[in-house]
């Protein structure tokens, strides 16, 4: 990390186009890149948002900041498209294209897709649920992705209405649009069923993201020791598991360790 970290100061500090380079705001530039490259490192999101901080420094660390450090960010969204950033019109504007040319439902979700991660949630949902009609009125990935819209809009009543559609499928008890449904009735005044599907979540040596996820929601029920369990048990599995297993949940094992810390001191 202390190698990446000096490959880093070299090139913010050296770089040929320096805006604002006469003015503070230039020095508070280069501290927000700073303070996001460091936490981006130390979370091991670096491969995915060291480039788009470092080349788009004012718009990439507030993107950074709103999608990664924004407290209680708890819920995994559909991620941000790095390319659409650096050309945020241009994705759109070529499946909007595409739709005009051929109105199939493929057309409309990519397009929706599009559209909820270049953050115009408001027009996701309005092509989600025109798209989500007839013979796709229960197609799995719109039903995940408006669902994911509706709770943007803090639409929680949607949210439940909308996954109840794919509850029962298989791969609905360990995805992410479980935990959206188990926050949205959290939300939605029914905290007892939201721990009833935390609990369905549980796995020992596995579902870190959930797991964490149930802390967070016992830390909200100012049930400290219950979630301190369950935070010091996922730190204990870390050592345990292969290679690619903590590869794929350094993230999660990381966040129980800053939460084992916090609640501690």
């Known amino acids: 990390m202390c190698a990446d970290f000096l490959f880093l100061n070299n090139v913010i500090t050296n770089r040929i186009m320096l805006p ?12 927000l890149q700073v303070i996001c490259a460091l ?15 470092i ?15 924004r407290p209680g960010r708890n819920i995994r969204t559909p991620q941000i498209n790095i390319g659409a950033v650096i050309n945020p019109g241009g994705k759109i504007k070529k499946l909007e294209d595409n739709l005009r040319f051929t109105d199939t439902f493929d057309n409309k979700i990519k397009l929706a897709d599009a559209y909820l991660a270049a953050g115009y949630t408001d027009k996701a949902v309005e092509l989600y649920e025109k798209s989500l009609a007839g013979a796709f009125a229960e197609n799995e990935h719109g039903l995940v992705q408006l669902a994911a819209a509706y709770f943007q809009q803090q639409r929680y009543e949607d949210v439940v209405s909308t996954l109840k559609k794919i509850y029962k499928t298989h791969q609905f008890a360990r995805s992410q649009a479980h935990i959206l449904y188990a926050r949205a009735l959290e939300y939605t005044g029914n905290p007892e069923a939201a721990e009833i599907e935390f609990k369905l979540m549980k796995g020992r040596y596995s579902n870190f993201e959930q797991r964490y996820e149930y802390g967070q929601f016992l830390i909200r029920a100012d049930r400290i020791e219950e ?39």
């Open 55 to 69: 080349f788009l420094p004012l718009v990439g660390c507030i993107i950074y900041i709103f999608s990664e450090m």
């Open 20 to 31: 604002f380079a006469n003015s503070y705001i230039y020095y508070i530039e280069i501290c």
């Open 227 to 265: 979630a301190y369990d369950i935070f010091e048990q996922m730190v204990e599995e870390g050592p345990h598991l292969s290679s690619m297993e903590r590869r794929n949940n350094r993230v999660w094992l990381s966040k129980a360790r800053e939460e084992l810390k916090r609640l501690t001191a």
């Open 39 to 53: 936490h981006c490192m130390r979370r091991g999101n670096q491969n995915k948002w060291l480039w788009i901080i």
